[in-house]
């Protein structure tokens, strides 16, 4: 499936998200277009099938951590995001 997705994000999943972005990389990048992305007042974030494909690389290559976990909601909702 290609195309454009909105995720529903939890209070803490959003506010995770939104930390501030520190240094350059691609995972930061990322990071910084979904910030973008992202409407505070549905909570919901924008994301694209190339960030899709990020996250889930990035999730497979890198495991959890500091930076994986801020895309937890996201990462949650890849099950329906890649039927």
């Known amino acids: 499936m ?6 529903e994000l939890s ?3 959003a506010e995770a998200l939104m930390r501030r972005v520190s240094g ?3 995972f930061q990048s990322l ?3 979904l910030q973008a992305g992202f409407d505070k007042a549905s909570s919901t974030v ?3 099938q190339e960030q ?3 996250i889930n690389r ?6 959890a951590g500091g930076f994986e976990d801020r895309l937890d ?4 909702n890849l099950p329906r995001l890649l039927r």
């Open 24 to 26: 350059q990389g691609g």
């Open 52 to 54: 899709i494909e990020k």
């Open 2 to 7: 290609r195309g454009i997705f909105k995720v």
């Open 31 to 33: 990071l910084r277009s």
């Open 11 to 13: 209070p803490g999943e």
């Open 46 to 48: 924008t994301v694209t």
């Open 73 to 76: 909601g996201i990462r949650r």
């Open 58 to 63: 990035y999730s497979q290559q890198y495991g």
